[in-house]
């Protein structure tokens, strides 16, 4: 496949057949990831490779108890990290500039980048990936188990391995209601409607279509799929809590001077 078929072709895989992944073709597929365009060059993030069972099981609480981080072969989380730099930095008698909001966002934009290549290097290659949000709203957890010294935040983290499933192409909003052309064009009541119109029933079914999920939504008293992303899904008390936490692992981690 092309880059671009690969590309379209992407869906996230939430289960796995246990076949392992063979080290030559993970070294191949972080080899391509670490290609990724990195700010000065600087290359600001660490991987981890989780793959012990052991590990992977104290992960899934910090998961939110997602089954594929046991199910999957293997977890891969990414790491802003300026703690290897900094290190560089002082055996060179070099001021260290990067413990602040800026080398985070730095090293984060470095981390990021680098992840979405090796998810596009790995379904290359036939591998199925499912990112994980918990990675970053309960990165003290992550950070804790995976030994994180200071300096280093975990931002991203996906599930890899061979898919044991082969879902639908999720929808995406219309191209026209992502891109401006020049300048920002701002949105008249009536194009958001017709930018959401699709995804107001593809979403409200999908949701439905999970009894859990279902529920809640019912008991929710919630009647559209906008209610269901900020009533149910992303509530002003669960957003706010995980801000305060993310900020204070960012001070503990030496990153708001
Ligand atoms: C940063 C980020 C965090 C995500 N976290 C989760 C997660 O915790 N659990 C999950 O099942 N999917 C997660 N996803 C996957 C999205 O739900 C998925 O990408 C989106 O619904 C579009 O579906 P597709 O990837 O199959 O096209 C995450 C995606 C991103 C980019």
Known sequence: MSVIETIHQHRSIRKYKPDPIPDELLDEILSAGI???????????????????KLREQLYKAHNDQEM?????????????FHRMRQWLSISQAPDNFDNFMGFMVAAI??????????LAAESQG??????????????QVGLLLKLPVNVVPVVGFTLGYPDENPALRDRLPLEGLVHHETYQDYRDEQIKEIYREREIKGWDRYMSYPRVRQMIIDAGVDNLA???TVVKYTRETHGELSHKILNYLHEQDFMN
């Open 69 to 81: 981080v046991l199910e999957a072969p293997l977890l891969l989380t990414f790491c802003a990290d």
């Open 227 to 229: 209610k269901v992303y």
């Open 35 to 53: 290609r990724a365009s990195s700010s000065g060059n600087m290359q600001a993030f660490s991987i981890v490779v989780t793959r012990k069972r």
């Open 127 to 140: 591998l199925g990936i499912c990112y994980l949000g918990s990675t970053l709203a309960n990165c003290d």
């Open 110 to 119: 470095d981390a990021i980048l680098v992840s979405q290549n090796v998810a």
